[in-house]
């Protein structure tokens, strides 16, 4: 069944500050850390992701870190921008099985 | 830039009736994947597919759902006896190799509403 909690739900920013997601996992197997990135009326589409040989990634003002001891990784905006309001999802993989988060609800307010 | 498509991008049925969700995944991948999205809520996982067969299905992908790849490029999505309960919209995605480690494209998705 599904392996992965998300929080916070709901997240409103200023524009300009920074926004922070976490995900929590449960299966130690899990290796690969993908985040999404969910538009009004649109499918998700992959924004960043990491492997478990690696702490952290950094794409530009997307960033994304992973705690394997503790088995969660976070999604970091900075410099957030109105365009960045999405819905975001995480995942977990497992084999066979791409389960979501329950996914964040991102407001950059201008 | 490859992308999956889907079709029809919405579809209006009535209650009962039965229901085919048209897929292409992206050229060279091996793994394909159904997901509904109810309003509001979040990805849920319904069917896995590799080798012209199920990998993996969650317990939403029950008797009255199957899948199929007809004809070597596309992947349907069939519901049978649709319910009030089956209006959201239903993603494609597929990945070059199997989930673990490797990430997964998804389409825009078709919307189904069924009265």
């Known amino acids: 069944g599904e392996n992965v909690e998300q929080h916070p739900s709901t997240l409103s920013v200023q524009e300009g500050d920074s926004a922070v997601i976490k995900c929590t996992y449960s299966d130690s197997a899990s290796n690969y850390f993908p985040w999404y990135k969910q538009e009004l009326g649109k499918g998700p589409q992959l924004i960043i992701d990491?492997?478990?040989?690696?702490g952290e990634k950094k794409d530009q003002r997307i960033a994304v870190t992973l705690n394997k001891t503790a088995k969660h990784f976070s999604l970091h905006i900075t410099e957030t921008q109105p365009e960045d309001s999405a819905v975001y999802f995480c995942a977990a993989p497992r084999p066979g099985q791409f389960y979501f988060g329950t996914g964040t609800s991102l407001t950059v307010i201008p | 830039e490859p992308e999956v498509t889907q079709t029809p991008s919405h579809q209006v049925t009535q209650m009962g009736q039965e229901v085919i969700l048209r897929c292409v995944p992206i050229s060279n991948h091996l793994y394909f994947y159904w997901y509904r999205q109810i309003l509001g809520q979040k990805v849920e996982f319904l069917v896995s597919f590799y080798n012209n067969e199920i990998s993996e299905k969650s317990e939403i992908f029950d008797d009255q759902f199957s899948v199929e790849r007809p004809d070597g490029s596309n992947f349907t999505l069939k519901i049978r006896s649709t319910k009030l309960e089956d209006s959201a919209m239903y993603f494609c995605?597929?990945?070059?190799?199997?989930?673990?480690?490797?990430?997964?494209?998804f389409g825009e998705g078709s919307w189904l509403t069924v009265v």
């Open positions: 995605a597929s990945g070059g190799r199997g989930v673990s480690g490797n990430t997964i494209y």
């Open positions: 990491i492997r478990s040989n690696v």
